[in-house]
């Protein structure tokens, strides 16, 4: 390591949002690579509204790898945190900071510790992805740090050994996550299906039912229903496969009716499983499915849909209006039945487009 003297500091921020998923990924077959039963396809939402923020530093002046997410100091010592740093740290490249005079060889990687600093901007564990922005973010930034030269598939790889779902948060626009035949997993990766520019009538509403964490985790919720569900394997089997190509040809076509259709049925079908596992999930709540009964008797009295809803793992509506114009209506629709002041406890709405990977370092 050749710098003048040991103080130095060397950091990369970069800010990754979320993606929610229109094709459910929910079961694993390994668990501890982070192998799914099914593919999976999502859109990734615009950052400005809900995103990770995450700040790697290293210094020769840090003893141990630490980390602090929304103002927390965390453990690491959670088998995903050290995948993904293990991953990142044995691809890393020569560094050089001229400015700083700063210059990390290859090997040094090994004996230098990093401090990672995070924030969600929205909230973390309730069903928002947090999750898959957190562990994308992550990622990336020490990706960046320590001058990996991976594809970003290749780095989607390393980002599902934290979280499933983050592969997808690498790209933006709409997303697939191929499941991957291999026991190594080294085909299970993300690929862009359309990028952030397609498609870009559609406006993302998110109603914030609760921003409480959830009872349970994505990760126990869904090794709960690969052990007890019955309905999980003929999901993945049989109806999840077909449901992907008719979602490529959707979103190929900008054909919303479609594109509605799918995502209602595959978010309807996952909480089935969730009420198939024992014992039974309860992910969405009394406001979500009222918000569920809203959309769907409006669809109806069109003559064809005008918003598509989704549930993640928690009773936060995720709602994609055909434009602009719908989107405004569907505002007031839910203004009109869901008042600040009233007894249930929507508390927010969050409008944006679709977008990109933003890197801020
Ligand atoms: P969600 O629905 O929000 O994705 P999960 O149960 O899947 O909920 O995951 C929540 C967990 O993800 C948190 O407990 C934390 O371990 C991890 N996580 C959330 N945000 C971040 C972040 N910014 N950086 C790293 N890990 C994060
Ligand atoms: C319902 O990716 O959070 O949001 O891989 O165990 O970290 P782990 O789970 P996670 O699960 C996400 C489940 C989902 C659907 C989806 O995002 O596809
Ligand atoms: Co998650």
Redesign the pocket.
């Known amino acids: 390591m050749a710098c003048e003297s040991e103080k130095w500091v060397l950091m990369v921020t970069a800010q990754t949002p979320t993606n929610i998923a229109v094709i459910k990924y929910w079961g694993k077959r390994d668990e501890s690579l982070i192998l799914p039963i099914n593919d999976s396809i999502s859109v990734t939402l615009d950052p400005e509204h809900l995103c990770?923020t995450?700040t790697v530093a290293v210094s020769p002046r840090f003893d141990q790898d630490r980390?602090w997410?929304?103002g927390r100091e965390?453990s690491l010592s959670?088998g995903?945190?050290q995948r993904c740093l293990r991953e990142i740290r044995s691809r890393a490249s020569d560094v050089e900071d001229e400015k700083k005079g700063i210059k990390i060889a290859k090997k040094d990687w090994e004996n230098l510790h990093v401090h990672i600093a995070?924030?969600?901007n929205f909230?973390?564990?309730?069903?928002?992805?947090?999750?898959?922005?957190?562990?994308a973010?992550?990622v990336f930034s020490l990706a960046k740090l320590m001058n990996v030269k991976e594809d970003q598939g290749k780095l989607s790889a390393v980002a599902r050994q934290?979280?499933g779902?983050a592969c997808r948060s690498l790209y933006g626009g709409f997303v697939k996550w191929i499941m991957g035949k291999h026991d190594d997993g080294s085909d299970s990766i993300a690929v862009q299906l359309a990028d952030e520019k397609h498609w870009d009538d559609l406006v993302i509403v998110i109603a914030v039912v609760s921003s409480r964490q959830?009872e349970t985790?994505?990760?126990s919720g869904m090794r709960e229903s690969v052990e007890t569900s019955m309905l999980i394997k003929h999901r993945a089997k049989e109806v999840v496969p077909k449901r992907i190509v008719d979602m490529e040809e959707a979103i190929k076509n900008r054909d919303f009716p479609s594109f509605a259709h799918l995502a209602c049925a595959d978010s309807n079908q996952f909480h089935a499983v969730c009420l198939d596992t024992c014992p039974p999930i309860f992910y969405m709540n009394d406001t979500s499915h009222r918000i569920i009964g809203c959309v769907e008797k409006w669809n109806r009295s069109e003559e064809s849909p005008q918003v598509a809803y989704t549930f993640?793992?928690?009773p936060n509506a995720v709602l994609i209006a055909r434009n602009r114009k719908v989107a405004a209506s569907l505002l007031q629709r839910l203004l009109f039945h869901f008042p600040p002041s009233s007894d249930t406890d929507l508390s927010s709405y969050v409008i944006g487009d679709k977008s990109i990977l933003q890197d801020v370092g």
């Open positions: 990770t995450t980390m997410l929304n965390i959670g995903r945190y995070s924030y969600n909230p973390t564990a309730a069903g928002l992805a947090s999750s898959a922005a957190g562990f973010c992550l934290g979280s779902s959830k985790s994505s990760t993640d793992a928690g």
